[in-house]
């Protein structure tokens, strides 16, 4: 009982520092412990409320480079975002990781616009050789803004090894590389949502080269592909 309740006390501690404006309270909780807690199961977001309400659908798609009787061969790409949200459609119960693709595809697409044009070109090219993060984290930081570049590449690792494990998953341990793509799509205007004419704004969209494959400490593919491959929209060979 006495564990449950400092559990409980925790849980809603570190709750309630993460929905909080950031200020000093939230130094009660030392280094990275707060954010390793809270993320990916436990984030919040309020962001469905005025002044600023989500407006727009996030998406994420993967395709790889397989190894078919000797000669490589490129699939055809995986919206891992619609396999997941797959997941949670009629379910009373939905799974907290139901929404992960979506949350990788926002960090990097959001990322991604605090680059500029010499950083974009960049991003496009293809890195999946021996090194190739160092050498991509030396060319985008060969240009200005060294911050946004720093904030983009702890995104693109998280969504590259994503896209390693739905590889995987999908097209089995034969993967040599990957390639992901992140859309937005944002929703009509408010102030036109009655025009019989009106049109949802142009579809944004980030493309990246072909990368290495990452896998991080503690990830199981066995475990990745039991859940992602249980989605009613199955795609799993």
Same mark, same amino acid.
Request: aromatic share 10%; proline share 6%.
């Given at each position: 009982?006495? /564990?449950?309740?400092?559990?409980?006390?925790?849980?809603?501690?570190?709750?309630?520092?993460?929905?909080?404006?950031?200020?000093?309270?939230?130094?009660?909780?030392?280094?990275?412990?707060?954010?390793?807690?809270?993320?990916?199961?436990?984030?919040?977001?309020?962001?469905?409320?005025?002044?600023?309400?989500?407006?727009?659908?996030?998406?994420?798609?993967?395709?790889?480079?397989?190894?078919?009787?000797?000669?490589?061969?490129? #699939?055809?790409?995986?919206?891992? #975002?619609? /396999?997941?949200?797959? *997941?949670?459609?009629?379910? @009373?119960?939905?799974?907290?990781?139901?929404? *992960?693709?979506?949350? =990788?595809?926002?960090?990097?697409?959001? #990322?991604?616009?605090? @680059?500029?044009?010499?950083?974009?070109?960049?991003v496009d090219l293809?890195?999946?050789?021996?090194?190739?993060?160092? %050498? @991509?984290?030396?060319?985008?930081?060969?240009?200005?803004?060294?911050?946004?570049?720093?904030? &983009?590449?702890?995104?693109?690792?998280?969504?590259?090894? &994503?896209?390693?494990?739905?590889?995987?998953?999908?097209?089995?341990?034969?993967?040599?590389?990957?390639?992901?793509?992140?859309?937005?799509?944002?929703?009509?205007?408010?102030?036109? %949502?009655?025009?019989?004419?009106?049109?949802?704004?142009?579809?944004? /969209?980030?493309?990246?080269?072909?990368?290495? @494959?990452?896998?991080?400490d503690g990830q199981?593919?066995?475990?990745?592909?039991?859940?992602?491959?249980?989605?009613?929209?199955? =795609?799993?060979?």
């Open positions: 009982m006495v /564990v449950a309740l400092v559990l409980t006390a925790w849980h809603l501690l570190a709750s309630f520092l993460w929905i909080a404006p950031a200020g000093p309270a939230r130094e009660v909780v030392p280094g990275e412990t707060l954010r390793n807690y809270m993320l990916p199961l436990y984030g919040q977001s309020w962001s469905v409320f005025a002044p600023a309400p989500v407006n727009g659908d996030h998406h994420l798609d993967v395709r790889a480079v397989v190894e078919r009787d000797g000669a490589e061969e490129v #699939t055809d790409w995986v919206r891992a #975002t619609d /396999v997941e949200l797959s *997941l949670s459609r009629h379910n @009373l119960f939905p799974p907290r990781a139901a929404s *992960l693709g979506l949350n =990788v595809a926002a960090g990097h697409k959001r #990322t991604y616009d605090q @680059l500029n044009d010499d950083h974009e070109v960049v293809n890195y999946f050789k021996d090194d190739w993060q160092p %050498r @991509l984290e030396e060319n985008l930081k060969s240009y200005d803004g060294e911050d946004a570049v720093d904030a &983009y590449l702890q995104a693109e690792e998280t969504a590259t090894a &994503y896209a390693t494990q739905v590889a995987y998953a999908v097209w089995g341990e034969d993967v040599i590389r990957v390639q992901f793509q992140t859309t937005r799509q944002n929703v009509i205007p408010f102030d036109d %949502r009655n025009e019989p004419n009106a049109e949802e704004p142009p579809l944004q /969209v980030v493309s990246t080269g072909w990368r290495g @494959l990452i896998e991080r199981s593919r066995e475990q990745f592909a039991n859940y992602f491959c249980s989605a009613p929209e199955d =795609v799993c060979t």
